[in-house]
């Protein structure tokens, strides 16, 4: 067992001999560019909307006359909380950005006082579910954005690599949000018995099949935050005439 106070002195001393910290190091590098775009285009306010296509970083759009700041500020608080208070993302963020610890036999910067997520604030990271709820309704509006860009302004159906590049995107989203840990627990956690009648074996089927989402819910989690921010950049380039939608027909 790691003893703490040596392990506040020499964080990451380890026997493993393998490159244990590639791992962390990827992820720190790999939510670093990702958090710095979503500020910057969070910020930007420009370049979010161009004929049918709406950005999801803006998307429900929401507008109002007191509201004189970016309207993405007041959607991005449930993806990123959803994704901040996540399983998944919290061991990854924890090991790469605290240390506590950086990996599995490698000794952490937690000393005597590392109180885990029982005190403020990471207590806060029961609010999980509920970001699960918000997030789940922002993910429909998600869809609805994709179906309707088909749509052009004249009316006319038309099929773009933006179009379909949105419909990806919400497709990676809702493999990410669906396999969700506390929604397999909402889906299956209380039950003890699944099959006795048809309404438990339904219910199995859904716990199931959102089992098997979450057991790859890392890979959900990257292809997810890589597709969000790939069609954001993809409609930024589109509204600044960068480069076309590419319309197929
Ligand atoms: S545990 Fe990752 S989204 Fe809920």
């Not at 003893?3 to 992820?27: C, F, Q, Y």
Request: charged share 15%; proline share 5%; net charge positive.
């Amino acid at each position: 067992m790691t003893n703490t106070i040596e392990s506040k002195a020499h964080p990451g001393r380890t026997a493993r001999t393998d490159n244990w910290w590639a791992n962390p190091l990827m992820v720190a590098v790999g939510f670093g560019v990702f958090i710095a775009y979503a500020t910057f285009r969070t910020f930007e306010n420009n370049y979010f909307e161009v004929d049918q296509y709406l950005s999801p970083f803006y998307s429900p759009k929401l507008a109002f006359d007191w509201w004189h700041f970016s309207p993405a500020i007041l959607i991005l608080w449930i993806p990123a909380g959803f994704r901040a208070t996540c399983y998944y993302y919290r061991k990854a963020y924890y090991r790469a950005y605290f240390m506590t610890p950086p990996g599995c036999a490698v000794m952490g910067t937690s000393g005597t006082g590392y109180s885990g997520e029982t005190k403020f604030p990471f207590i806060l990271q029961n609010m999980h579910r509920y970001f699960f709820y918000c997030a789940a309704l922002v993910l429909l509006v998600l869809w609805y954005d994709a179906i309707i860009s088909f749509r052009a302004p004249d009316g006319r159906f038309t099929v773009s690599l933006l179009s379909l590049f949105m419909c990806l995107n919400c497709y990676l989203l809702s493999g990410y949000t669906f396999g969700c840990h506390a929604w397999r627990h909402l889906c299956g956690g209380a039950v003890s018995c699944f099959s006795k009648t048809e309404q438990q074996k339904a219910q199995f089927r859904i716990w199931h099949f959102v089992t098997k989402l979450n057991e790859h819910h890392q890979g959900w989690a990257w292809a997810s935050l890589f597709s969000v921010g790939l069609t954001d950049l993809y409609i930024r380039s589109v509204a600044a005439k960068i480069i076309p939608p590419g319309v197929l027909f």
